[in-house]
């Protein structure tokens, strides 16, 4: 950011001496400075604004440097979702630079529970944000006068930021309640319709769908396929299973989006996939494919799709879905809905130079059709290494193999929510 500013006193004698207001004109804009009446000047006018001169070259403008505002927002950020990437993006538009912490896996535990990502996961998913400038590892769940002191000093941060819900310590206290005192706080807006606790119950409820004890404690991801995966499957398939209350707008999309399209002759490298319950393996492949190219654009199915060709149905809304991808620093434009098969058409509507696709599979494909067949005849299709094993189902698994841990840690985060949701009121934001 930089600030303009006039200097003073030595450029109206440097104008003065300019050859282009040599003489008579130079006294004149001098007099005028000076605040003498044009009377003097047999009424001729003499405009006093300096933004009547734009030619003259009197005006020396000086550039100061200017120190960026630094805000500062922390949190778990475990599943990450287009809430938390919303969240950031808020802040972000509070500030210059976004410094992001990441709270520790042991101060997780001690005050929400069990965390699903590890920190590793964690810090893929922060750091892959578009808003995202820096990350701090291991932070404190609570604000303390120490930690708060640290960022004041050691990252020089202007505002701690946080959403309009409570964050309450075990003891019952406001976690930002130091930051609030000294005048350091600002509050955003909470993107409405989902969290982390809401998808971990989305998980579980799909386990009270399926027959007995035996599938609530042994079923896993649906792509190695056992019986006890296709029960997990098609249990998400109920509509008690969908807990989404998320009400895609027009003006959210636009908030996530770059806004831009490929400049001409860039390399248009295309991937799809569902992107469900968005993970450290998403990140990091959508970095690999934007590598091969000028211009990231992904394609995210819709849920018909998914339960058609992959055998099961996603966690999350094809809306919500879109916005996690669009989200990452690397995309720069999703086809919301993308075709099963890349056909001809929509490589030449694109003008896609590259079609890629990872190594690792959410789930079997019932599909005979191969929905590369056309790019891999134009030979612009490329396999490349994915680098991480983790699915959306592998995460889903942790949480199912933990059922009791997780309903217990759920039931107790559900009732803050309810709190939360029964004495909200209307906050400003977006």
């Known amino acids: 950011m930089i600030s303009m500013e006039f200097e003073t006193n030595n450029w109206i004698w440097e104008g003065v001496n300019s050859p282009q207001l040599f003489g008579l004109g130079g006294i004149m804009i001098l007099a005028a400075v000076l605040g003498l009446s044009t009377s003097y000047f047999s009424g001729i006018p003499i405009p006093f604004q300096p933004f009547y001169w734009p030619d003259l070259g009197i005006l020396h403008k000086k550039k100061r440097g ?7 927002m922390d949190g778990c950020f475990d599943l990450m979702h287009y809430g938390h990437a919303n969240a950031l993006r808020q802040a972000k538009s509070l500030g210059d630079v976004l410094v992001v912490g990441v709270v520790s896996d042991e101060e997780i535990v001690a005050n929400k529970g069990p965390p699903v990502l590890s920190m590793e996961e964690r810090l893929i998913l922060v750091s892959g944000l578009k808003w995202v400038d820096e990350v701090i590892t291991n932070a404190p769940y609570e604000i303390t006068e120490e930690f708060m ?45 989902v ?20 599938t609530s404690r042994n ?14 499957a098609e249990a998400n398939d109920s509509p008690k299973s969908q807990l989404s209350h998320f009400l895609p707008t027009s003006r959210r ?57 992959r055998g099961c149905h996603p966690i999350m809304h094809l809306h919500e879905r879109s916005l ?21 058409d ?17 789930c079997n494909s019932k599909s005979d059709i191969d929905p590369y067949a056309t790019p891999k005849s134009m030979g612009i299709f490329r396999t490349i290494e994915s680098p991480r094993n983790t699915t959306s189902m592998s995460v889903a698994r942790r949480i199912i193999d933990n059922y009791e841990t997780y309903e217990k840690r759920n039931l107790k985060k559900n009732a803050s929510e309810e709190r939360y949701y029964a004495e909200k009121k209307f906050v400003s934001g977006d």
Request: proline letters at 3%.
């Open 66 to 72: 200017k120190r960026p505002v630094r805000v500062y």
């Open 219 to 232: 079923s896993s991801g649906c792509e190695q396929g056992d019986a006890d995966e296709k029960t997990l």
């Open 346 to 362: 929509m490589i030449a509507t694109f003008n896609i130079s590259l079609v890629v696709h990872g190594t690792v599979v959410e």
């Open 324 to 344: 996690s991808v669009l989200a990452c620093r690397y995309v720069d434009e999703v086809i919301i809905g993308a075709p099963w098969e890349v056909s001809r």
């Open 195 to 214: 969290s982390s606790t809401n998808i971990v119950a989305r998980i579980l409820s799909s386990l009270k769908h399926m027959d007995g004890d035996r």
């Open 253 to 309: 999309i636009v908030q996530f989006s770059n806004g831009k399209g490929p400049l001409p002759g860039a390399r248009v490298v295309y991937i799809d996939g569902a992107f469900d319950l968005f993970h450290a393996g998403h990140v990091e492949i959508l970095r690999s494919a934007r590598q091969l190219g000028d211009f990231l654009l992904v394609g995210v199915h819709n849920d018909q799709t998914i339960s058609q060709r």
């Open 149 to 193: 002191n640290t960022l004041f000093n050691k990252y020089n941060i202007d505002y701690i930021i946080h959403g309009d819900d409570p964050c309450l310590l075990p003891d019952g206290t406001d976690a930002y309640g130091l930051a609030k005192k000294v005048g350091r706080y600002k509050q955003i807006k909470r993107t409405e319709g």
